[in-house]
């Protein structure tokens, strides 16, 4: 019987190296066995026994290879995971999906007459923050939900030189990025919206693609506010969470992405966990009192992205991260290039 899932990384630039690699590395239930890279050898020193090759049809015609991470630029995504699908392989694909939703449910198709899994690294359903926001909402103390507002804010007053995630066209910049995450989020929550209203602007100068997006999603009886800048010099909170009865408020930024970039591997009982004084706060009525509770963070945990996609793959699981998610935030992000374009709400049909 099969064990560990061979494996190969489409790519080794930064969700490679500070991502996907990683949290591979760690996980007994995957072997690393071919690494992408046109002309550089980097992954050796994270994979020392994995082959490196300069073309991805390498990769495609590796009979042993049984899953490849798609972790490539944004509009590479439709091609290689369709490629990667026809050539029989499990796939995981880095977000956004794709950047169209038919491209999405093309993929999707494939994925089901190949009979192979189709999933996207969302890996912030996994931050301790969101875990915890999930826990507070379930318990509901706050009482029936008013408005949900999550920010994603970074301070970056410069435009980053030779990237292609600063130049392009509307697909392009922080809400095909970022906010692939943030709408992922709110459908975890509360499912599809009825309709979205954006604002997307580009904030800093010499900018070419959209670094700012302010998007209202309306559910039935609550808005959910999803927002991102590049120029927010002092942050406020990451979640606010308004009920008829009380407020939660979660400061700070899971701790995990900083601490892969500084070389950490994802091991140890203390990973992704927070100081008490990160933990969020929530303010509510109970019996006609005023209480103040602290909350305490949840710990984060990405490694439990790919400890799903082993048990899809070896024990017939249940897919955590489903495609079809994944093709209904495209279709809200596509929503929001609409309602941005022709300045109006659009309702998500």
């Known amino acids: 019987m099969k064990t560990t899932i061979k494996t190969a990384l489409a790519s080794f630039g930064m969700s490679g190296q500070v991502f996907h690699g990683p949290l591979l590395k760690v996980n007994p239930g995957f072997e690393v066995v071919s690494v992408l890279e046109r002309t550089k050898n980097l992954s050796v020193k994270l994979f020392p026994e994995a082959t490196i090759v300069r073309s991805y049809s390498e990769?495609?015609?590796?009979?042993?290879?049984?899953?490849?991470?798609?972790?490539?630029?944004?509009?590479?995504?439709?091609?290689?995971?369709?490629?990667?699908?026809?050539?029989?392989?499990?796939?995981?694909?880095?977000?956004?999906?794709?950047l169209k939703c038919e491209e999405a449910e093309a993929l999707i198709d494939l994925a089901e007459k190949k009979n192979r899994m189709l999933t996207v690294f969302q890996n912030r359903r996994w931050d301790a923050d969101f875990r915890t926001v999930q826990q507070v909402i379930k318990e509901a103390k706050f009482g029936r939900l008013v408005e949900f507002e999550s920010h994603f804010d970074r301070y970056r007053t410069f435009v980053a030189p030779n990237t292609?995630?600063?130049?392009?066209?509307?697909?392009?910049?922080?809400?095909?990025?970022?906010g692939s995450h943030m709408v992922d989020q709110a459908v975890v929550l509360f499912?599809?919206?009825k309709e979205v209203t954006a604002h997307l602007r580009i904030v800093r100068k010499g900018g070419v693609v959209y670094d700012y997006y302010d998007i209202r999603l309306?559910?039935?009886?609550?808005?959910?506010?999803?927002?991102?800048s590049y120029l927010v010099k002092d942050p406020g909170p990451r979640y606010t969470i308004h009920g008829e009865l009380g407020t939660f408020y979660k400061s700070g930024i899971d701790p995990q992405e900083e601490l892969l970039k500084a070389g950490n591997?994802?091991?140890?009982?203390?990973?992704?966990s927070e100081p008490a004084e990160e933990w969020g706060t929530l303010f509510y009525e109970e019996g006609g009192d005023e209480v103040e509770e602290l909350v305490e963070t949840i710990p984060g945990n990405y490694g439990l992205f790919y400890d799903n996609v082993y048990d899809v793959i070896r024990r017939q699981g249940e897919l955590l991260v489903k495609p079809e998610q994944a093709a209904g935030v495209i279709r809200i992000l596509e929503a929001?290039?609409?309602s941005n374009r022709e300045k109006r709400t659009v309702e998500i049909r």
């Open 59 to 98: 990769i495609l015609d590796n009979p042993e290879i049984e899953l490849v991470v798609v972790n490539t630029p944004d509009s590479s995504h439709f091609n290689m995971a369709r490629e990667a699908l026809e050539a029989g392989k499990h796939v995981v694909v880095e977000k956004p999906m794709t």
């Open 164 to 178: 292609w995630k600063e130049e392009g066209d509307e697909y392009s910049g922080v809400l095909y990025n970022l």
């Open 191 to 193: 499912g599809m919206p």
């Open 218 to 228: 309306e559910y039935a009886g609550f808005a959910a506010l999803l927002k991102c």
């Open 265 to 272: 591997l994802p091991t140890g009982e203390a990973w992704g």
């Open 336 to 338: 929001c290039l609409q």
